[in-house]
């Protein structure tokens, strides 16, 4: 077989004349052209079909295997064409919900303005009811008490001398109960005036109840209006942001899982920082790995996020408050004592669908239900600083979200006027440890 292979090269590398050991001149040419002719009419041997077959079968294995080799190559380059136009991707997508998440600053800060003067109103409106019923009871009171009286009053304006003289009675006696009666009457009139200065007070507090509940009525107009923008152009950025994430999977992913499994909100921000120091470590191998490569390119990309992973998702925290995260007044103040110890953050009691805003700028890395807590958020601000946001009927952003301080984060559940009345509690972690949030909302 061996044999067979070296003639088949000597043949596919040598003329046949230099095959058979000749050189080419003219007169051994001419001479042995009876013999060529004849040669030309023999048939081929059964070795030498054997080796033209295998010939034509190395030729057509070496084809086929350049051919695979040029569609691999054509194949990876797009799978990396296809990996690249997705990471552009996402890039564009998270921008995008970062851009959006901008847009929504003031159209929030004017709704969570809209929001509090809605919830004042309530509570004024409330209040007049309230001094409404009050007056009224003390109306009924009066009158029931001066009711007996009247008939003897009205007697005594119409016939004043015959109800005095009705019995006769000694004149020190009938001085008396005339002096009684001028009293009674003092009496009776001030009854009167009081009488008629709460039924005064009810026709103002009716006028007033009026026009607060017509001034309720634009409020709450302007209050769904503006509510409806806000909820459309966050969940614009939530949609921007969930494009992102299935374009490009990355350690957001694996930051959120890592809440998942936490056992507590302290737990959950010790793993979310266990698990991005790792992603840091894994980039920085990955980057010597591609440096050693001579991969350039992916070792820089490597590096770049390592950078980004290392500066933080956000400036940190500042004082130059945007307001409180929603609308309504503060239930319980940080370090103020509770069944469990002194509270930890500060929770809010917001009225019914309010919209909570992102106390800090940062990146999202966790949203979701989270235990007891409910639908709970936490956002990496930076250097460190989280804050966690849990209570909250709907969620309006995704985790690898880019907000913007003060942007609409989500909303606060429905209410109807319960006692089991929705709350919202905020918290600011530094590494492991809680910080008063107060001066930074």
Known sequence: MARGAALACSMLAAP?????????????????????????THAPT?????????IEAARTARADLLARQQQQARDLEDRRKAQQAAREQADADARKAASLSAATVDATARLQHTEQQAADLDSRIADLHTEQAALQQQLARETARLSPLLPLAERLSLYPADTLLAVPLPADRAVTGLLVVHGMMADIARQARAIHDRRARLAQLDTELARQQQQMHQVVSERESQRESVNRAAHAALEAQQRSNAAAQSATQAVADAARRASSVQDAIARIEATEEQAEKNLEQAARAAERAHDMQAATAARRKVQEMETGAGPGMTTASAGAPVAGSVLTAWGKTTESGPATGVTYAPPSRATVRAPCTGRVDFAGAFRTYGQMMIIDCGKHYRFVLAGLGEIAVAAGQQVSHGAAVGQMPPWGGGDSRPTLFVQLRHGGATVNPAPYL
Not at 46 to 54: D, K, P, V, Y
């Open 16 to 40: 046949a004349w230099a095959a058979a050991g000749h050189a080419p001149h003219a007169t051994t040419a001419h001479a042995a052209a009876p013999h060529a002719a004849h040669a030309g």
């Open 46 to 54: 059964a070795s030498e079909q054997q080796i033209r077959q295998q």
